[in-house]
C-alpha cells in the first residue's frame, strides 16, 4: 500500500512538472508556438491563443507577392519559358485588417485552398517564423512547402519554397517572396 501511494506521488510530481497545460494553454502563457504533424485550424487556434505577442495591428495592410524562381523540369523549353513567365508575375494587394481579423487569424492565412494539408512542423516566436507543410489533393499529387521569414505588429516577410510533383512524374518547384506591411487606418 506504501508503494502504491509512492508511485502515485511519483506520477502527480511527474504530471505537475509537464505543467499539465495544453498546447494552446502553453502558446497563451509563453507567446511562442511550436507544432508538430497538426491542421491548419491546430496552426490557427494556437497563433489566435499567442494574444498580443504575435497579433498583427488592425488597418489598410499592402500584402506583396514576389515569385523569385519558377523551375518545371520535363516541359519543352519554349513552353517552360511562357509558364516562368507568367508565375512570375509580381502582385500586390491591398486589403483592410479588421480588430476581429488581427485577434482570430483565419485558416486561410495558413493556407488557401491547397486541399488536404498538415504541417509537418510549424514555430512561432521571437519575431521569427519556420514552417514546413505537406498537401496532398486526390487526383492532382502533393506539394511539399517550406517557409521562413520574421514578423512584427506591423510588417512580415516570408520566403516560401513549393516542391509540388503529379501524377505521370510532373514536378515542379516555385520560390516565392511575400512581404507585407501596415499602411495606416482602414479606408472606409
Known sequence: ??????????????????????????????????????????????????????????????????????????????????????????????????????ERPSED??????GECRFDRYDMRGGRIDGAMTCTSAGEGTARITMQGSYTPTSFEMRNTVDASQGGGQAMKMESRVTGRRLGECRS
Open 109 to 114: 492565412l495558413f493556407a488557401r485552398d491547397q
Open 1 to 102: 500500500m506504501k508503494q502504491m501511494a509512492i508511485a502515485w506521488a511519483t506520477l502527480a510530481l511527474a504530471l505537475g512538472g509537464c505543467g499539465g497545460e495544453t498546447t494552446t494553454e502553453q502558446a497563451a502563457r509563453t507567446g511562442e508556438v511550436s507544432l508538430r504533424n497538426a491542421s491548419i485550424a491546430e496552426v490557427a487556434e494556437q497563433t489566435a491563443a499567442t494574444g498580443e505577442a504575435m497579433r498583427f495591428q488592425p488597418g489598410e495592410w499592402e500584402t506583396k507577392v514576389e515569385v523569385v524562381n519558377a523551375e518545371i523540369p520535363g516541359v519543352p523549353p519554349a513552353m517552360a519559358e511562357q509558364m516562368r513567365k507568367a508565375m512570375t508575375i509580381n502582385t500586390s494587394v491591398t486589403d483592410c485588417m479588421t480588430p476581429e481579423q488581427a
